[in-house]
Nanobody
Framework: VQLQAFGGGLVQAGDSLRLTCAAS????????MAWFRQTQEKEREFVAA????????DYPDSVKGRFIISRDNAKNTLYLQMNSLKAEDTAVYYC?????????????????WGQGTLVTVSS
């Protein structure tokens, strides 16, 4: 499975941005898909995850109520709608996919990763 993330850019605080992750190869619609982000100062952190059918999603408190993860299995595409962006959301965002696992908030349980897309939020 190959993942390609895109849609990052430079925005102002309060703006919205949508990230997209296109999957190709031997995709599996039962896989959990997720977004993580990383800055130079912090380790890669969990941002959002969604189950294979798209019926369940999970977010950390830092983005809950502002970010929405979704997927279109017919298009093998994952999305992250980011609203009310803050300067602290500035990071490189990565998409990931892997077999269903209750430890889905931990990056080490994902098998496939995209290359990352930079989001910069100016205050």
């Amino acid at each position: 499975v190959q993942l390609q993330a895109f849609g990052g850019g430079l925005v102002q605080a309060g703006d919205s941005l949508r990230l997209t992750c296109a999957a190709s190869g031997r995709t599996d619609n039962t896989y959990i898909m997720a977004w993580f982000r990383q800055t130079q100062e912090k380790e890669r952190e969990f941002v959002a995850a969604i189950n294979g059918g798209g019926s369940m999603a999970d977010y950390p408190d830092s983005v809950k109520g502002r970010f929405i993860i979704s997927r279109d299995n017919a298009k093998n595409t994952l999305y992250l709608q980011m609203n009310s962006l803050k300067a602290e959301d500035t990071a490189v965002y990565y998409c990931a996919a892997g077999p269903s696992d209750w430890r889905y908030r931990r990056q080490q349980y994902y098998r496939y990763w995209g290359q990352g897309t930079l989001v910069t939020v100016s205050s």
